[in-house]
């Protein structure tokens, strides 16, 4: 059975601190990892696809790299604006595998 | 332009009432998706429409009913709902399969009472 483990389950910081999300995942035949950042009451928004190991994308503060068993999102320098909670997911079988998020809160 | 636009935002419902769902999308995907979100877990996937052919998740209760009209369009009837059936329900689309990212419509936050 396909697993997603994210880690911290929440992480708070100081705005410029930089610090890294973990994803990790256990499946028979990745065929793409998502990041997704959803804010309260709201869709979650898509931020990267990863598809193999060694595989690096960046948009604005955040970088998402990937491994052969996980994946990391690094925060450069967040602001206030980037308290979400961050969704990863993985795709295997034909539907996507959710991992319980974690909530990034970004002090002033 | 990756919007996906759901209505209603909101719908308070009885649990005899009948009420329908709809979820839009402009972007030409081919497959499209209804999730069930509860408060602090992540989406459970409920329904997948893939060139309008349906899959089912064996454990959504038959009390949900989607529909796919066309190829853009998505809806989700309820009926008999139960108050554990509260919940933000998103619909989603990509471009073809589970292997292309899936853009997310805002949600319809449904209570049932």
């Known amino acids: 059975e396909d697993q997603v483990t994210q880690s911290p389950e929440a992480l708070r910081l100081q705005e410029g601190e930089s610090s890294s999300l973990n994803c990790s995942y256990t499946?028979?035949?990745?065929?793409?990892l998502f990041w997704y950042r959803q804010d309260p009451g709201k869709g979650p928004e898509f931020l990267f696809t990863l598809y193999s190991a060694g595989e690096e994308k960046e948009k604005e503060r955040l970088k998402a790299t990937l491994t052969k068993k996980e994946s990391f999102l690094h925060i450069t320098a967040p602001k206030p604006e980037d308290s979400a909670t961050y969704l990863c997911?993985?795709?295997?079988?034909?539907?996507?595998?959710f991992g319980s998020g974690t909530q990034l809160t970004v002090l002033p | 332009d990756t919007e996906v636009t759901q209505t209603p935002k909101h719908l308070v419902m009885g649990m005899t009432n009948k009420k329908s769902l709809k979820c839009e999308q402009h972007?030409?995907?081919?497959?499209m998706y209804w999730y069930k979100q509860k408060a602090k877990k992540p989406p459970e996937l409920m329904f997948v429409?893939?060139?309008?052919?349906?899959?089912i998740n064996e454990s959504v209760p038959s009390r949900f009913s989607p529909e796919c009209p066309n190829s853009s369009l998505l809806n989700l009837h309820l009926h008999a709902l139960q108050p554990e059936d509260s919940a933000l329900y998103l619909c989603?689309?990509?471009?073809?399969?589970?292997?292309?990212?899936?853009?997310f419509g805002p949600g319809t936050r449904l209570t049932v009472t």
């Open positions: 989603a689309s990509s471009q073809e399969g589970a292997a292309y990212e899936q853009y």
């Open positions: 429409y893939s060139y309008e052919k349906l899959s």
């Open positions: 997911a993985v795709h295997s079988g034909g539907q996507l595998t």
């Open positions: 972007m030409g995907h081919r497959a």
């Open positions: 499946v028979s035949g990745l065929r793409g």
